[in-house]
């Protein structure tokens, strides 16, 4: 889901609502998470090359 959508996590405004905070924050993770399970699969040298892409459907 977070390739496919490939999603920017912007910084939260001034004053933001739980729902808000709550949405940025799964979105941070679900991206952290996204890039540990790369790193996991494949070598460094892939990962690097990977990790300097653009967007992530370009892989």
Do not use: G, W
């Not at 496919?4 to 709550?22: C, F, G, H, M, R």
């Amino acid at each position: 889901e977070t390739v496919e959508e490939d999603y920017n996590v912007s910084t939260l405004l001034d004053n933001p609502t739980i729902a808000q905070i709550k949405i940025h924050k799964e979105r941070k993770i679900k991206k952290a998470k996204a890039k540990s399970c790369l790193f996991a699969c494949v070598s460094q040298n892939i990962f690097t090359r990977i990790m300097t892409l653009k967007l992530a459907k370009t892989i």
